[in-house]
């Protein structure tokens, strides 16, 4: 199984580095972990992020850097989405999952969420590897769950952010169909915008062509992880 990727969020860091990925940091706990978040505080981090994230909270990163709890509360926290990562990784080993601060990023590429060409009709191997993922996602029901869609940059800027939009709504009724709250689920279409790889190859465009979820705690787990700081 793949390394689950945990990057640390630490003031220091950040202003010269952005977000990090340490591998020095498996020998920290995660409240340790939490507590250097909220060290940072959640505001602060927000604002150096922003030129890092591009969109604030209208991406997978910004989502999750926004919701930071931060202390012992963020770190409790930080410790189930521990074990909601190993279990996605698990499911899914296609998938790229990475720990963020108080979330998880996925990243599903073409080969793991595909459509029909130029529509927003989900394959049945999307559909297959979403299966995958709704056990999890039902096993941790106090998590909220952020969909972005993704194309190249083919077409137009409209085209591109109108069929992005119809892709990640189709992942969102998709997996409400398979029985988890709507109320849980955004979907947000992103079009051509933060690509990962070169748009002008076509293995790049191929990468760029995703979905990403921005996985974080809901009000009910942050108030007990709260109230489980405080005893």
């Not at 940091?25 to 507590?35: A, H, L, M």
């Not at 069929?163 to 947000?188: C, D, H, M, P, W």
Request: net charge neutral; hydrophobic share 35%.
């Amino acid at each position: 199984m793949k390394t689950t990727k945990i990057y640390i969020l630490a003031l220091a860091f950040i202003a010269s580095m952005g977000i990090t990925s340490c591998e020095s940091v498996k020998n920290t706990n995660n409240t340790q972990r939490g507590v250097g978040i909220g060290a940072a505080g959640g505001a602060v981090i927000g604002g150096i992020l922003g030129n890092n994230i591009g969109k604030g909270g209208n991406t997978a990163l910004g989502a999750i850097i926004g919701g930071v709890v931060g202390g012992t509360a963020g770190g409790l926290i930080g410790n189930r989405m521990d074990k909601q990562a190993q279990k996605i990784d698990e499911a899914l080993p296609g998938a790229e999952v990475e720990r963020v601060g108080e979330g998880i990023k996925i990243t599903l590429g073409e080969n793991s969420v595909n459509f029909d060409l130029n529509k927003a009709t989900l394959t049945s191997t999307a559909k297959a590897n979403l299966d995958k993922l709704v056990p999890v996602f039902n096993e941790y029901p106090d998590t909220n769950i952020q969909i972005f869609g993704y194309t190249d940059s083919s077409g137009s800027d409209e085209y591109n952010l109108n069929l992005s939009n119809q892709r990640a709504a189709a992942v969102k009724s998709y997996l409400g169909g398979k029985g988890i709250k709507s109320a849980r689920i955004e979907a947000k279409g992103m079009g051509e915008a933060d690509p990962i790889a070169d748009n002008t190859t076509k293995d790049g465009m191929a990468k760029n062509r995703r979905v990403e979820f921005a996985i974080t705690a809901n009000e009910k787990m942050v108030q007990d992880a709260q109230k489980e700081a405080k005893q």
